[in-house]
């Protein structure tokens, strides 16, 4: 029996194409609940970790996920424009969300300018973030802000 | 105590006055960059708790009393994160270019309403009227919830002689706009505040509490969106706040029905981006509309990818008609392509289009978004 998902999609009914998420983020208890709710939803086939964060853009180029989570505050001073601007250039299958905690007009045209596929701010509610990969995944740009 | 030993205590209490001022401002300053940390790592946490809560209610058999305990932790857990929301806002940089320029007053008292709470004296009752038909406004949230805050913490000092305390805050549509009022029963110290803050010489007042200095400044901020402030006072003691602002649909910088706007941009994530500053501009995307409208209703702006010009004369800029479409380029201009009436913006420069639309006719404003 497939797991109930918590919320409905907008994926075609019975369309069951495996994905897979690479979470670019150092709240570990994030990316461990992010895998957990996302293993509810029908095709989820796996979540990768970024170990080091350092190497971000190889562990993209390498596992080739279907949809990126970037957080922007990421430690050790790492870049995240560059990370991104890597990921777009040498995994172009791999679609970006940016997750933020502090969302800015400035940061959403950058960093959507640059190729990544979703906004989301840290400040939604978690329907809208799933909701957020499902959009992307099907080659919609999601912008989604604070209620 | 001796003239001399007066005069160094004397010194001493004015280096110490100073020195506590600096202190003051610099504990402050602590305070707004805890607050907005706090903001951030109380997002960080509760994002995986309620990822945590909707993975446990959907992959659990249904148990009427586990689904009313899922309910409650998930409402506590959304209450914390509308509180962390109130932070973010009132810890914004109302001089940043904010993601959302517009507020829906209904969700925005939602988080703001426990800050207040937490910025009154104990005792004070608050109570909100703000129906959900109330449009969206043209302010940025986080300026609104500065502005807000100001007023509260004003009306909270003015209230100390009150033997019952209270904020009554309303909204209403107004003519063309939304009055967001704050009625409290405190009395102003001085009958010069509400001149004070209508004075803009008081920019230059040492800044005083419940002075209206501050005030001015806010309301400064709020006239930059079209937006005012201003206040009443009441016999024999209470006060009102008015905040008036624009309703999204018919700000002054942008007038609809003046501008229409179409997309043609093929590249997703450039038209989401265009939608969001569209709408930070007041404006609604055009759509081509059937029957007589259509004839009638044409485009005025164009925004289109850089791929949808290869077949454009590339020197010849088109004669000028009213009927003629402004067009607005999103990408880099072809070397061979000569054309001054075109305006071009990078990709990653997507909020320039707010100006580019706002000056069509600048040329100052299009030669910088090119």
Not at chain 1, 137 to 143: C, F, Q, T
Not at chain 2, 230 to 254: N, Y
Request: hydrophobic share 45%; aromatic share 4%; proline share 6%.
């Amino acid at each position: 029996m497939m797991p109930r998902s918590a919320v409905p999609t907008d994926l075609e009914a019975g369309s069951y194409i495996r994905f897979t998420v690479l979470c670019i983020d150092d709240n570990e208890a994030l990316i461990d609940a992010l895998e957990s709710r996302l293993s509810l939803e029908a095709g989820f086939a796996g979540m990768y970790r970024a170990a080091p964060l350092t190497d971000a853009a190889k562990t993209a180029a390498r596992v080739r996920p279907d949809v990126v989570l970037l957080d922007v505050n990421l430690p050790d001073g790492i870049d995240v424009i560059q990370v991104l601007q890597t990921i777009v250039q040498d995994t172009p299958a791999s679609r970006v969300i940016i997750l933020t905690g502090h969302p800015t007009g400035e940061l959403v045209t950058e960093t959507m300018g640059l190729g990544a596929w979703g906004f989301v701010s840290k400040g939604v509610s978690a329907e809208r973030l799933i909701h957020a990969i499902h959009r992307v995944r099907k080659g919609d740009a999601v912008i989604e802000l604070d209620d | 105590m001796s003239a001399r030993e007066l005069r160094g205590s004397s010194n001493r209490s004015e280096i110490t006055s100073s020195a506590l001022a600096h202190l003051e401002q610099h504990r402050l300053a602590l305070l707004g960059s805890i607050t907005a940390g706090m903001a951030h790592h109380l997002r960080n946490a509760l994002m995986p708790a309620l990822l945590r809560i909707d993975a446990l209610a959907a992959s659990t058999q249904p148990h009427a009393t586990l689904n009313a305990d899922l309910f409650h932790v998930r409402e506590s857990l959304t209450a914390l994160q509308s509180l962390a929301t109130g932070l973010s806002l009132l810890t914004a940089d109302p001089r940043e270019l904010v993601a959302r320029d517009t507020t829906h007053l209904v969700s925005w008292w939602h988080d703001m309403e426990p800050l207040i709470h937490a910025a009154t004296t104990a005792g004070t009752r608050i109570r909100a009227e703000i129906a959900q038909t109330i449009p969206l406004v043209w302010v940025a949230p986080g300026l609104l919830a500065q502005v807000t805050m100001a007023l509260v913490v004003n009306a909270n000092a003015w209230m100390r002689a009150s033997p019952s305390p209270r904020i009554h805050v309303t909204a209403r549509q107004h003519l063309d706009g939304v009055c967001l009022t704050l009625r409290h029963a405190g009395e102003m110290p001085s009958h010069g505040v509400p001149h004070n803050t209508s004075d803009p010489l008081r920019f230059e007042s040492p800044i005083e509490v419940s002075s209206g200095t501050r005030l001015t400044l806010l309301r400064e901020l709020l006239r930059e969106h079209d937006g005012d402030l201003t206040m009443d006072e009441f016999s024999p003691s209470g006060g009102a706040f008015s905040i008036r602002l624009r309703v999204r649909h018919e700000t002054r910088r942008i007038d609809p029905s003046e501008v229409r706007v179409r997309l043609a941009l093929s590249n997703p994530r450039h038209a989401a981006v265009a939608r969001m500053v569209l709408s930070q501009s007041g404006l609604t995307e055009w759509t081509a509309l059937e029957g007589e409208d259509r004839r009638s209703e044409a485009p005025q702006v164009i925004v289109c990818d850089a791929g949808m010009l290869a077949s454009i004369d590339r020197t010849t800029p088109l004669p000028h008609h009213t009927s003629t479409p402004r067009l607005i380029v999103v990408g880099a201009p072809p070397p061979d392509l000569t054309r001054r009436d075109i305006t071009w913006i990078a990709p990653t420069q997507l909020g320039l289009l707010s100006e580019a639309l706002r000056a069509p006719h600048d040329d100052a404003a299009v030669r910088r978004a090119n």
